[in-house]
């Protein structure tokens, strides 16, 4: 018999629930491809070493770009070797798929990713919005008539949503994320520095010593790269402060939509989130006083989930097991 999976379909990262097993695979979704044959050569956490370090022939390709597939047929190739790779199939049986996606995605958006994990080897697909999936996996009981409110901040959207009786009320999903905040560090360094990195080097800088809000005592870091000028390797010092200063206009766009979203509640909903507050989960959780910046821009409690980057994989396999145990279709 086949097991059923939930995944987690990240621009960057994707990761994989099994029934019975919990998470079973989490890797970078990016996809090492030769130019010359159109062959894939490597998937995962083996083609993410390569990035920003391949020859000629050899590009590293993330097929999914603000939370949305770029490249069908990278995509299918990724989720087909990651499917397969756990030898879920049954001897004559596929498992069904629970796979989610952002909530703005557009109905051929939305088609190309069912069709991507059809021809992954899913049985029956099911597509989830991220918030929703995401609000099940950190622990809220969104069957409830109660609001619970949800910021998903992923690589490459941040999901905002209220939700009540199992479904969403409001929502906004924006293109600003985890990968935007890379892009800002990268440029900082470029303005500021005359320092060029690649996007590793951001990301490194950012989990390091990132911070959403300014700080008494910053953390400091070396960086290597090379001298925009004199082409040459560089090293500098930066500190937290001056991440927080790169990504300060991309973190107020997140809490304005944050705000919008809030501003069209109706009350009942409304006074629900402020008793409960805010569910903050995705890997911009992680970033230091995200919570903090939140709660002071929203007066709103703000409380960071316990495994923020799990939640959406997790969450998928909980509402599948949701859906046997009210045999709704499966």
Same mark, same amino acid.
């Given at each position: 018999m086949a097991k *059923? $999976?939930?995944i987690d379909l990240g621009t960057a990262n994707v990761l994989i629930y099994v029934e019975g097993k919990g998470i079973v695979l989490n890797e970078p979704s990016v996809v090492a491809v030769d130019d010359k044959t159109d062959r894939v050569l490597a998937v995962g956490s083996e083609a993410y070493r390569m990035v920003g370090r391949t020859p000629g022939n050899i590009r590293a390709v993330r097929p999914l770009k *603000?939370?949305? $597939?770029s490249d069908f047929d990278v995509t299918e190739a990724m989720l087909t070797y990651f499917v397969d790779k756990l030898n879920v199939k049954g001897f004559m049986s596929k498992p069904n798929i629970m796979i989610c996606a952002p909530t703005n995605i557009t109905e051929i958006e939305r088609k190309a990713i069912i069709q991507a994990a059809e021809k992954a080897g899913g049985a029956k697909v099911?597509?989830?919005y991220e918030p929703k999936v995401a609000a099940v996996g950190a622990g809220l009981d969104i069957f409830k008539p109660i609001g619970s409110m949800v910021i998903d901040m992923g690589g490459g959207t941040s999901d905002i949503a209220v939700l009540s009786l199992g479904d969403i009320v409001v929502s906004e999903s924006i293109r600003i994320a985890g990968d935007k905040m890379n892009f800002d560090i990268v440029g900082y360094l470029k303005r500021r520095h005359n320092l060029i990195v690649g996007e590793r080097t951001a990301?490194? $800088?950012k989990i390091q010593i990132g911070s959403a809000l300014p700080v008494d005592e910053p953390l400091t870091m070396e960086v290597r790269?090379?001298?925009?000028?004199?082409g040459m390797p560089k090293t500098i010092t930066i500190n937290s402060n001056e991440v927080e200063e790169a990504l300060h206009d991309t973190l107020q766009q997140i809490v304005r939509a944050a705000h919008s979203v809030l501003a069209k509640l109706p009350p009942e909903l409304a006074? *629900?989130?402020i008793d409960?507050? $805010?569910m903050l989960t995705g890997g911009g959780a992680l970033l230091h006083g995200m919570d903090q910046l939140l709660s002071d821009a929203l007066e709103v409690p703000v409380v960071v989930? *316990?495994?923020p980057l799990d939640n959406v994989a997790k969450g998928a396999g909980a509402l599948l097991e949701h859906m046997k145990s009210s045999h709704k279709g499966l």
């Open positions: *059923d $999976i939930g *603000d939370g949305v $597939i099911y597509l989830e990301e490194t $800088i790269g090379r001298d925009n000028f004199e006074a *629900d989130i409960r507050g $805010i989930s *316990d495994s």
